[in-house]
């Protein structure tokens, strides 16, 4: 089993940075293919970004290329999502997730999940 939780959300202004954090713990924890999603209510979930087991390489979704920094830091069992330049879109719950399949954008390839944290991006 692998334990995830997420941190670092909050309110902040168009324009604005913030970076989350997600703890991983359980066996293996760091062996794991990593990413970022975000749902908003009533949507489906949305694919952020996703990482390599050794950090070596990640994609990102169209919408956040340029503006989110996916990184993972394996001695320290975290994952971080740095959000620059953000935009009322960006409002969401945003979840890390842990899989087996390297450089999917599909969340039923991701088997254990966060419960979540809060971005609201706002004036």
């Known amino acids: 089993q692998v334990q995830l939780v997420e941190s670092g959300g909050g309110l902040v202004q168009p324009g604005g940075s913030l970076r989350l954090s997600c703890a991983v713990s359980?066996?293996?924890?760091?062996?794991?293919?990593l990413a970022w999603f975000r749902q908003v209510p009533g949507k489906d979930r949305e694919f952020v970004a996703t990482?390599?087991?050794?950090?070596?390489?990640?994609e990102y979704a169209d919408s956040v290329k340029g503006r989110f920094t996916i990184a993972r830091d394996n001695g320290k069992n975290t994952l971080y999502l740095q959000m620059n330049n953000l935009k009322s879109e960006d409002t969401a719950v945003y979840l890390c997730a842990a899989g087996e399949t390297s450089g999917s954008r599909q969340g039923g390839d991701y088997g254990y999940w966060g419960q979540g944290t809060q971005v609201t991006v706002s004036s």
């Open positions: 359980g066996r293996a924890a760091m062996t794991y293919v």
């Open positions: 990482i390599s087991r050794a950090g070596s390489w990640s």
